[in-house]
C-alpha cells in the first residue's frame, strides 16, 4: 500500500491528480529562473496537475571540468527564494553535501538525492534530519531492491514524506535503461515512486562535454511508467532548450512538455477509473 501525503504544500502522493517535478536543470539566472516557474505554474494549471518547482543552484556530478554547474549554493538559493515569493510555487533543490542541506532546507520544501549519492549515508541522514520531504533519485547502478534500504536510512533521520525517483540503470556503455517492473517492485514495499522523464533519456558522457540524450522517447516512455505504475512524473523543463547551458539535448520546450503531460495525465485518470488490475 502506497501511503498518501502532501510531498509539498498542495501536493499530494497517491491523491487523485498527478504529481508533477518541472524546472531547468541549473538555475541560470534570475530572470531565466522566474521565466521558467511561471511557464511551469501557468501549465500547471491549464492541466489541473500539481507542481514543485525544481532547479539545482549546483550539480556536481558533472561530465566535465569544463561543464557549467550552476551558480552556488549562496547565489543559487537567493534565486530560488526569489523564485517562491514571485510565484508561490513550492520548490525542489539537489543537495550534494551534508552541510547544505540545512541551508537548502530554509529555502526549499524538497530536498532531492542525486543518483550518484543515493547511497551516501552522511548525506542521507543530514537531508533526513531537516524535516523537509526527500526526493532521492534511484542510482543508475542500483537494483530496485536495493533502494528500501536507502529509504530506511532516510527515514532513521526522522524523514517521513519520501519519494523514490526512477532514472534508468547503466546498459552497458553510455546507455540507460527503464525497466518498467521498478515501479511494481517498490511499491511492494510501500515506496512512492515518481518517473525522471528527462534523464530517463540520457546518454551519460555521450557529448563532447556532458551527457547526450534522445528526446524522441519521451512520450513512450512518460506513458508506459504510467501505465506501470508511476506515482507521479519528474521532468525538465526550459524556456529553449537549445540555449541552455546543462542538459540541452534532454531538457523539454514548454510546448512539449505540456502535451506530454496532458497525454500522461489522461492516462493517469483512464487507469485511476478501471482500479487496481489485481
Known sequence: MIPRFDLAPGVAVGGSALPLIAGPC???SE???IEAAQIVKAMSFRLSLPVIYKSSYDKANRSSIDSFRGLGIEVGLEILATVRQATGLPILTDVHEPSHCDRA???CDV??????LCRQTDLLV????TGRSIAVKKGQFMAPEDMPRVVEKLRSAGAE?????????SFGYRNLIVDMRSFSWMHEDGIPVFFDVTHSLQLPGAGERESGGDRRFAEPLARAAIAAGADGLFLEVHPR??????????QLSPDRAETLLASAAGLHRTLQAEGPLV
Open 31 to 33: 530572470e531565466l529562473a
Open 105 to 107: 532546507a530554509r529555502v
Open 241 to 250: 532548450p537549445e540555449e541552455a547551458l546543462c542538459d540541452s539535448a534532454t
Open 26 to 28: 541549473v538555475v541560470e
Open 161 to 169: 514524506r519520501v519519494v523514490v525517483i526512477e532514472r534508468g540503470c
Open 111 to 116: 530536498l532531492q538525492i542525486p543518483a550518484f
Open 126 to 129: 543530514a537531508a533526513g534530519g
